[in-house]
C-alpha cells in the first residue's frame, strides 16, 4: 500500500511557518508523505493568515483553489476563528480549526485520510520538518501575545502570552544547528515579553539552571556559535541588557521593533507602549553600546484621526532615528479591530499619498545608510548560488524581508556558507560585493 499523500499551503508570517513546520512533522512521522502539487495530495491542509483584510482575502481565495484542484481541504490557522466566515464562502472545506491547533489539524487529517503505521522505520529527522532553507530556521518561543493594541486582532485568535519553557526552545535549538542551520531567527508575537507569564521562572538546559528570561534566552542562543536573530521585538527597557551582547559578538547586532508611529495621540489610540521621545533617545543609547547595530521597523500611516501634521511628525522621526530597513502599510479596518470604531477615518487617497511619500523619506535614509558601507569588508551567509554568482545576506539582513548582497562570480559557493566580502555598490536595498 501507498502512504497517503498531503499538500501543504503555509500562508502568513514567520510563527505560522513554525506552525506548520510542527504539524507537517507530526504528519511525516505518523507515515504520511508530503507532495507539492495538487492533483498528487490526496488531502490538502491550508493554514491561513487574518491579520487583516488583505491577508483574509488571500487565505479565502487559497482555500478555493485549493478545493477547485483537489476537492479535500482542511483548513487552520488565523482565520480559522472566524468559522462561519470560511463556511459562507466554501462549504465543503472538511475540517476548520484555530491557530496553533495542532492536535485537532492532525486529528482531522487522521479523519479523513487514516495514516499507514510502519513501527520499523523512522520518517522524521532529529530537527523535524522544514519548510526553511538548510541553513536558516525560525525558532518560535511563545504563542499569544498580552497587548491589545487597536489595529490588531491576534489575541483574540491566538490569546494571551504563553512561552515555551526555556529547555524546550533550547533544546529544539541545538537539534537544528546540529542538523546544519547556520542562522536562528528567533520570532513570537512579542519576543521581549519572553517569560513573564511564567514570572521568569527557572528552568534548566544541560543540566544547568536558566531564567526563562529573553536576555537570558538571546544569551544562551548565543552560545551556540551559529547567528542569532531577534524578530518582533517590543522597546520596553530590559531590550537595554540584551545590546551588549550584540557589541560583544554573542548575537547579531539586529532588533526587528515595530514602532507603528511617532506621534503620541496615535500611539495612545493604537494602544502601543512606550513614546516616540523614549524610542529615540532608546536608540541612541543602543547605537553608543553597539555601532553596528541595525534597526527595522514596520509603521502605518493613515490611521483614524491621523493630521497631517503628526504624519509630519512621523517624517521627522524617520529622519531623527536613521532605522535601516522599514516597512509601512496603509491603515485597513480589520473586522473585530477595536481601531475600526475611531473617528475621523483618513480617505483613501490622503493614505496612498502618505504611503508615498513615507516611502521615498526612508528610502533615502535606507540608500545614505547602506552607501556608508561601501569599502567595508563583512561577512555574509550565502543563500543560493546562481549562474552570475552568489547571492548572500549580511548580518543586517534577515531573509525574504531586507536586502541582498550580490557577489558576482563566486559560483564556487554553497548555500548555507560563511564568507568575506568587501562592498563595492550599493542602492537603496541591496548591495554588490567581491569577495575578499
Known amino acids: 500500500m501507498t502512504s497517503p499523500r498531503i499538500g501543504f499551503i503555509s500562508l502568513g508570517c514567520p510563527k505560522a511557518l513554525v506552525d506548520s513546520e510542527r504539524i507537517l512533522t507530526k504528519l511525516r512521522s505518523e507515515g504520511y508523505d508530503l507532495v507539492p502539487t495538487y492533483k498528487d495530495a490526496d488531502l490538502v491542509v491550508v493554514n491561513t493568515c487574518g491579520f ?16 477547485n484542484e483537489n476537492g479535500k481541504v482542511i483548513v487552520t490557522g488565523c482565520l480559522g476563528a472566524r468559522e462561519a466566515e470560511i463556511r459562507a464562502r466554501h462549504p465543503q472545506v472538511l475540517k476548520i480549526t484555530g491557530a496553533h491547533d495542532y492536535e485537532d489539524v492532525v486529528g482531522a487529517v487522521h479523519e479523513h485520510l487514516p495514516p499507514l503505521h510502519d513501527p520499523f522505520v523512522d520518517l522524521v529527522p532529529p530537527q523535524g520538518v522544514k519548510l526553511t532553507p538548510r541553513h536558516y530556521a525560525y525558532l518560535k518561543i511563545s504563542e499569544g501575545c498580552n497587548h491589545r ?15 515555551r519553557p526555556i529547555g524546550e526552545v533550547m533544546g529544539e535549538a541545538e537539534r537544528l544547528v546540529r542538523a546544519g542551520v547556520k542562522e536562528l531567527l528567533v520570532v513570537s508575537q512579542d519576543t521581549s515579553a519572553y517569560g513573564v507569564d511564567l514570572k521568569y521562572r527557572t528552568g534548566f538546559w544541560e543540566g544547568r539552571p536558566l531564567k ?6 538571546a544569551k544562551a542562543l548565543g552560545d551556540l556559535g551559529v547567528w542569532v536573530r531577534l524578530h518582533y521585538v517590543y522597546p520596553y527597557p530590559h531590550v537595554d541588557e540584551v545590546v551588549p551582547l550584540m557589541a560583544d559578538g554573542k ?12 506621534s503620541p495621540r496615535i500611539l495612545r489610540l493604537m494602544k502601543r507602549p512606550a513614546a516616540a521621545a523614549d524610542n529615540l533617545e532608546r536608540i541612541r543609547v543602543w547605537r553608543g553600546i553597539c555601532s ?3 534597526i527595522r521597523s514596520t509603521f502605518i500611516v493613515g490611521f483614524p484621526g491621523e493630521t497631517e501634521q503628526e504624519f509630519e511628525a512621523l517624517l521627522d522621526f524617520l529622519d531623527e532615528a536613521q532605522l535601516d530597513r522599514v516597512g509601512c502599510f496603509k491603515y485597513s479596518p480589520v473586522r473585530g479591530a477595536a481601531a475600526n470604531v475611531l473617528a475621523n477615518p483618513v480617505p483613501e487617497d490622503v493614505k496612498e499619498d502618505r504611503l508615498r511619500r513615507f516611502m521615498e523619506r526612508q528610502e533615502r535614509i535606507s540608500a545614505m545608510r547602506l552607501e556608508a558601507r561601501i569599502g567595508r569588508r563583512e561577512t555574509v551567509l550565502i543563500d543560493e548560488v546562481v549562474a552570475e554568482g552568489a547571492v548572500a545576506r549580511s548580518r543586517a539582513d534577515a531573509p525574504e ?18 564568507a568575506d566580502v568587501v562592498i563595492e555598490e550599493t542602492d537603496e536595498h541591496d548591495m554588490w560585493a567581491h569577495l575578499a
Do not use: W
Request: proline share 4%; with cysteine; glycine share 8%.
Open 149 to 163: 493594541c487597536t489595529f490588531c486582532i491576534i489575541p483574540s485568535m491566538r490569546g494571551d502570552l504563553v512561552s
Open 292 to 294: 553596528d547595530l541595525a
Open 401 to 418: 524581508i531586507d536586502g541582498q548582497v550580490f557577489i558576482d562570480g563566486a559560483t564556487h559557493l554553497q548555500a548555507g556558507e560563511f
Open 52 to 67: 487583516i483584510d488583505a491577508a483574509v482575502e488571500e487565505s479565502l481565495d487559497t482555500i478555493g483553489e485549493a478545493l
Open 251 to 262: 548575537i547579531l547586532p539586529y532588533l526587528d521593533i515595530p514602532f507603528q508611529h511617532a
Open 212 to 217: 526563562t528570561r529573553f536576555h537570558d534566552l
